[in-house]
């Protein structure tokens, strides 16, 4: 295989190359260790433009070149918080009450996709291998087709992908799914993901390859991550405040697909229901701000910032707080030291793409006294982890009844859960997910041959 050319709309800033943030660009980052690779995307940055098409800025760290673009305010405005983020996001988690639609946006949308492609096309090579990653950039194939690209293109999609009758309903999917057909392979996380998709080709007789092809980390990282914190002074001093006092954390993007105020509303509920648990426990929510120019954000926020006081009022003592709730973000290696820490991890999103927080809670345990992780139904972790304690995150006293059956649960049955979820972890990683799905691509014919 040539060069592996990796398209996305976020690229890591050069300090995050070497510690990335998390979530698709820590999954990346292992895919394309070790390999001559070209990663391409929007730079982070809003820039005024005279006229004409941006130049790449390049640069290359550990091996890897990076070449990014910046986008106009309005570009930024139709393209990233208006259809990737007020209409495919909401859309794509089966909220489509909170889809805002605009016909603008789609046009945005379309135009920044093809600004992607005419920036791209020249910084190719004839054997190259093009991965495009996420919802942001889907008809980024077409567009790439459209100027002549013939090498293999393959797409991955990081989050859920609805049912057909959802999908459906919005304006412009026809056009989103005839796109489809330009990739070799199209990637999905899991089988129930594939199977929507595929129901959408289907019903516009598109045809298209797809797979089912679950994201990982790299588990052994990350554990020595969480070891080497282990002993650092944020997890110290976390420790010495908890005063004996066991830690439910969740660690989550402030972002309504996390079911952040049904996790509140679930821990109160153990402390109403299960009163052994009153004192004994301190939940640490960590939800650092997201997209927060996008209006139901900043919804969400003010929502927890209100539970978390009236919940915490109601029923802290003069010294025990139950919520800390934090909305900077923490770096990653302090939170992998607060997860190998944590005697439960609290991973409830209403619907997620697959939920990386979920693998590395595993990954960060001590094998002699493990965690117990509560875990949503509706994340794509699931089907990996039926021993994780799984409930309905919408019903807050199932995730209270979950929370009280882990806090309960005997350190021999922790240990076996553990044990089943560890071997998951280390057998679907981020190398073997870009090895498996870049294999694949390889298999399938070339659409110019
Ligand atoms: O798939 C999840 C995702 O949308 C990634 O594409 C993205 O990089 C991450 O969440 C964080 O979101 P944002 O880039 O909008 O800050």
């Not at 007789?205 to 002074?233: H, T």
């Not at 609290?346 to 006294?369: F, H, I």
């Not at 059956?405 to 073997?432: F, G, I, N, Y």
């Amino acid at each position: 295989m040539g060069r592996l050319v990796v398209v996305s709309n976020r690229v890591p800033s050069p300090r995050e190359r070497s510690h990335p943030a998390g979530g698709l660009t820590v999954g990346l980052k292992d895919a394309i260790r070790g390999q001559p690779s070209l990663w391409f995307g929007w730079s982070g940055q809003i820039a005024g433009r005279a006229s004409g098409d941006p130049t790449p800025k390049r640069s290359s760290q550990a091996g890897v070149s990076y070449a990014t673009i910046d986008l106009t305010a309005a570009q930024h405005r139709g393209f990233y918080q208006g259809f990737s983020n007020r209409i495919l996001w909401p859309l794509f988690h089966y909220r489509m009450g909170l889809v805002e639609y605009s016909r603008d946006d789609l046009d945005t949308y379309l135009e920044v996709n093809e600004l992607f492609a005419r920036c791209l096309v020249p910084l190719l090579q004839p054997d190259d291998v093009i991965w495009v990653q996420d919802y942001h950039l889907i008809p980024l194939g077409a567009a790439l087709r459209k100027l002549g690209v013939t090498q293999r293109i393959g797409f991955f999609l990081h989050t859920p992908f609805p049912p057909l009758a959802l999908f459906g309903a919005l304006p412009g999917a026809a056009h989103l799914i005839q796109a489809m057909a330009a990739y070799e392979l199209v990637g999905m996380q899991t089988e129930e993901d594939r199977a929507h998709l595929q129901q959408s080709l289907d019903a516009n007789d598109v045809k298209a390859a797809v797979i089912a092809c679950a994201i990982g980390i790299d588990p052994v990282e990350f554990r020595s991550q969480a070891v080497a914190a282990s002993n650092g002074p944020e997890v110290v001093r976390l420790r010495e405040s908890m005063a004996d006092r066991a830690l439910i954390l969740g660690v989550d993007r402030l972002d309504y697909s996390k079911g952040l105020p049904q996790r509140l509303m679930g821990f109160e509920r153990l402390l109403k229901r299960f009163p052994e648990h009153r004192q004994r426990v301190t939940f640490l929510q960590v939800a650092p701000v997201s997209r927060g120019d996008v209006a139901e954000y900043r919804a969400l926020r003010r929502r927890l910032d209100e539970l978390a006081g009236r919940i915490n009022g109601e029923w802290a003592e003069f010294d025990w707080m139950p919520i800390r709730y934090i909305t900077r973000a923490i770096p990653r290696d302090t939170i992998a030291g607060f997860l190998r820490f944590a005697r439960i991890a609290l991973v409830t999103p209403l619907r997620d793409g697959m939920n990386l927080v979920a693998k590395e809670y595993v990954a960060a345990q001590d094998s002699a006294d493990p965690g117990v992780l509560v875990l949503s139904q509706f994340a794509g972790a699931g089907p990996e982890f039926p021993e994780a304690i799984q409930v309905n995150p919408h019903d807050p006293d199932e995730i209270a009844e979950g929370l009280h059956q882990a806090l309960s649960m005997p350190e021999a049955e922790r240990r076996t859960r553990w044990h089943a979820l560890d071997a998951a972890v280390h057998k679907v990683t981020a190398a073997s997910w870009a090895r498996d799905f870049l294999a694949a691509l390889e298999r399938e014919p070339l659409h110019g041959a």
